[in-house]
């Protein structure tokens, strides 16, 4: 059985004092929780305080981002020695807005993928279509080019260790949440192509997250839906009793 995976990305938010401040008040928000696997992800600043504040605890430590080379003249990039020695178990890679404002590609997502694996980093890789790409009925071929070249050359052996986030990118902060049928289409989709690229095994295993403005209102919907495993949750994660709300609802879900 797959354990759900609720994640908070930060984004660009909280000082290190801030985060240690909420991650003190998180800690015991959570701490009954039992069968989800909780991850924060803070800013590169915040990594180290996060770390030690979040020792012995349930949650897990991760990064919003990575690069591809371990050292070098890579001015401002952070490799995934320095996660790991920071306490990072999880990585986000290939986040919308990385996609939009940074011009990743799906060539530098499978870079960033392939360095975390070799660092044994959990890769959390996102995929996920724009307003204009579903209303012009593109979902499908759109999040089949970013799976085939995100996953370009990752072996079977390895895929046990990645989870992917569908995250619509005109859901992301905007309000609008996918409905849990229109998530659990794509994500249905999603794992359909995982077992035609891998195998019926891989695909039934493997963790994918829906990301998306999710919030405790609307949290339980979603993760009731047969292949939605988890979410990534941006602005409802800056909040403990929200954040709380959300693994709360994963706690509820049966299986």
Avoid at 64 to 79: D, H, R, V
Avoid at 105 to 126: F, G, H, M, Q, W
Avoid at 187 to 195: E, G, L, N, Y
């Amino acid at each position: 059985m797959r354990k759900i995976n609720i994640s908070g990305n930060w984004k660009l938010n909280k000082t290190a004092s801030e985060t240690k401040a909420l991650l003190v008040e998180l800690k015991d928000a959570v701490a009954t929780a039992q069968k989800t696997e909780i991850v924060i992800c803070p800013t590169f600043v915040s990594l180290s305080v996060a770390g030690e504040i979040l020792q012995g605890s349930n949650i897990k430590l991760g990064a919003q981002n990575l690069f591809w080379q371990e050292s070098g003249a890579f001015t401002g990039e952070i490799s995934a020695t320095q996660l790991k020695d920071v306490g990072c178990e999880y990585v986000i890679i290939g986040h919308s807005e990385r996609r939009q404002y940074f011009h990743e590609s799906d060539s530098t997502v499978n870079k960033r993928l392939i360095a975390a694996l070799n660092a044994e980093l959990l890769p959390i890789v996102c995929i996920g279509e724009t307003l204009e790409q579903r209303e012009s009925e593109e979902t499908f071929s759109v999040i089949e080019s970013q799976l085939e070249g995100a996953l370009a050359e990752v072996p079977e052996a390895a895929m046990s260790q990645i989870a992917l986030a569908y995250e619509p990118v005109w859901a992301i902060g905007t309000g609008r949440t996918a409905t849990p049928e229109q998530a659990e289409d794509v994500h249905r989709f999603i794992r359909r192509k995982i077992q035609s690229l891998y195998s019926e095994q891989i695909s039934a295993n493997l963790i994918i997250q829906y990301g998306g403005s999710v919030k405790p209102a609307n949290a339980f919907d979603l993760l009731k839906q047969p292949d939605i495993d988890g979410a990534l949750v941006g602005g409802a994660s800056l909040d403990a009793d929200s954040f709380a709300g959300i693994v709360d609802a994963a706690e509820k879900i049966e299986g």
